[in-house]
């Protein structure tokens, strides 16, 4: 699997306030996404790279932006926090030629 | 538009029996498939895929079934552990490399010993 790190792994922060989660990977894998879990809705694709300075925009991608600097971060950040925006984010990531993604541990965000 | 539908939200199966979870999906443009299981508190594992060329895809215990025509694919878990209780995400993408992933809204497979 490969090395993929999210942080903070919790967060509670308030409406209004930028919040910007990270995700590290340690396997040089070129593609990696931003996902978010919601009941009743499953997973779906907030932002994706396909390399560095590379990022294009996902299905609910109001409200969020992306940056990735180098390979083995990519950064996604809530510019005013919602409370819709409360949900449980995703990190993955894909090497070249590769036909799955893997996942991180999950963040846990939650807007007060 | 939901376009990757899991209708069945929960399914409860007794160890050594088989497992089915069913998928359906609309965007004929899919081309590959994907099952992820997923532990409460963890990020989703990747378990099994297919390829729309093939119609079967066999990996120990997990076999995919993909059928076209219907716009349908299931998973079969034979025999059922009491560790396979997760919850069971079915995914499509248009491109086999390039995933962006497109998801149902995961089935939780309870099985009892």
């Known amino acids: 699997d490969a090395g993929i790190t999210q942080s903070p792994r919790h967060k509670v922060t308030e409406t209004g306030t930028p919040v910007t989660l990270r995700c590290h990977q340690t396997?040089?894998?070129?593609?990696m996404y931003w996902y978010r879990q919601d009941p009743g809705h499953g997973l779906r694709l907030i932002h994706y790279s396909y390399g560095v300075k590379d990022t294009d925009k996902g299905e609910v991608s109001d409200g969020y932006s992306v940056s990735r600097s180098k390979t083995e971060d990519f950064l996604l950040t809530l510019e005013s926090a919602t409370s819709s925006q409360t949900s449980v984010y995703f990190c993955?990531?894909?090497?070249?030629?590769?036909?799955?993604?893997?996942f991180g541990q999950g963040t846990r965000l939650t807007v007060v | 538009d939901q376009q990757v539908k899991q209708n069945s939200p929960s399914l409860s199966v007794q160890e050594g029996r088989i497992s089915i979870l069913n998928c359906d999906y609309t965007n004929s443009m899919f081309d590959y498939f994907l099952w992820y299981k997923k532990y409460p508190a963890e990020g989703p594992t990747f378990l099994i895929s297919i390829s729309s060329i093939k119609d079967k895809n066999e990996d120990g215990r997990f076999t995919v079934f993909l059928n076209k025509s219907a716009k349908h694919l299931s998973l079969h878990i034979v025999p059922s552990q009491p560790g396979d209780s997760a919850v069971y995400f079915c995914?499509?993408?248009?491109?086999?490399?390039?995933?962006?992933?497109?998801f149902g809204t995961g089935t939780r497979l309870l099985v009892s010993p």
């Open positions: 396997e040089n894998h070129r593609y």
């Open positions: 993955a990531t894909q090497g070249t030629g590769k036909t799955e993604a893997f």
């Open positions: 995914a499509a993408s248009v491109d086999t490399g390039f995933q962006k992933l497109v």
